[in-house]
């Protein structure tokens, strides 16, 4: 963790009552400089914070949004909630080539299954990294694809 | 008069900004109150409005509010937290308000803190909501440099500080106590009750949690007062609301309509209708967790206290289709995979209950299913109803597992006796 990292998560630990409350931002901080958050991290914030590393891990592994294990370059978070399963999400994994929990070969894409991404009028829907795709239909998935290197 | 308080100002090249929205009669409200009402005449006119929690439980916001305690001995600081973490299956409204009007919400939490006198509010967004991440937050920087957030508002005395606070993923944090472990940096395990929020949340203090639309809707009760509000509804449950169809419908949409419009103007009128080659079976009301309505119920008027009396719940307003080309049996294991995943885990029933029912549901799908297999889901439904489980996570998941599978019965009884999901096997002949 660099300076400034800690410098942003000191900011965020301002903004409450108690320092800890600021550990989830700090591991979604954490996981955006290196598209994960492992053990040495997990025991930065932990000292940054009064926390124990194992309340901090408690926090890691209990969100979704917190990954602990290495990831491709780009997370696809596909919706397989109740909406998105009807209108065929099940074919956009089997076209994807990865099961949810795995990453390609060349470690471009890590697929995970996500909750409902709340925007069930449009789905089956996706996020790439930061990117929302609403209708995502086959034909259109491979040109979605094509814009994360 | 304003017939969509809600979604006037919603454009689709962006929301408002302050200047817009100012002219379009914005923060008159907080003008109105902080000048001239006490906390307790804003809290008065709630209650006289009789506006009902939009987040799914419907219950009198100006009553939670009249819980905190107030004057100098009330513990101090007070907090009052939007619940923006809308993660239910097939609700996608606060979305909407949250992108489309951000000064709206950021109104009626001025106007809630104040009702409370609330030192402190956070907005406790779902961490996918990123859009909605940067439009509350420069809301909240324009309010702040127009002196509607910070010390001394509008020179009345009143401070009040607003923080937007990211979540991490977990659909238990829309339960209103665990939002708060949450948001102090914890597991998001729910708390028992009593104590209740109002009086022990938030690091032990006094803290008032509410929805988006529920806050979205002061601004013009402040200003409009209760007998407009209730005049905007059909039914004596009164104001609009945010109503969305997703599913196999031709325009699957969210809209402001009157409270009380019915199942089937939402679906005909509004969504277009169900998309060519597909028929209605099911209707799931309100999100995820409301019990399956069926077409005989489409002249029901939607609203809290008619849906509950069709024995499900208007929850959310976001209904989802269940059309006879989808399989009732995938569509409930779909539900039900949600709601085991999102357990948190702290009690029994629901953390070893819901991944069981999710098991026996995959095997009925893949034609291993057996005959005992009804009796366990049955069971389940049972034991992890209303009053056996920590929260109201458990019971939620099996509200269309158990109406579901007295609505639908033939058709599991059929996967188990054909030993194959008939859906599958028609994909299967047309393919050929």
Redesign the interface.
Known sequence: MDEALKAHIEAEAR????R??????A??LVQRRNGWVDDENIREIAAL?DMTPDEVD??AT?????CRRPTGRHLI?IC????C???GCESLIAQLGIKPGETTADGRFTLLA??????????PVL?ID?D?HRDVTPERLGEILAKYE | MIDRPLTKNIRPDGPLGLAAYERAGGYEAVRLALKTLTPQEVTQRVKDANLRGRGGAGFPTGVKWSLVPMGPDAPRPKYLVVNGDEMEPGTFKDRLLLEGDPHLLVEGVILAAYAIQAEVAYVFLRGEYLVAQERVQRAIEEARAAGYIGENILGTGYDLDVHVHMSAGRYICGEETALINALEGKRGNPRAKPPFPQISGLWGKPTIVNNVETLCNLPNIIVHGADWFKGLSRTDNGGTKLYGVSGKAKRPGVWELPMGTTVREIIEDHAGGMRDGCALRGIIPGGASTDFLLPEHLDLQMDFDTVQQAGSRLGTGTMILLDDQTCPVGFILSLIRFFAHESCGWCTPCREGLPWVEKTLQAIEDGQGNVDDLAILDHHVKYLGPGLTFCALAPGAVAPLGSGLRYFREDFEKHIADKECPWKRTNRTEKG
């Open positions: 903004l409450y009552e108690r800890s409350a600021a550990c989830i931002e591991l979604k914070l408690s926090v209990f969100y979704n949004l917190v978070r397989t909630s109740v909406s399963w009807t209108l996500n909750q409902c991404l709340g925007a069930c009028d449009h789905g996020m930061d929302l």
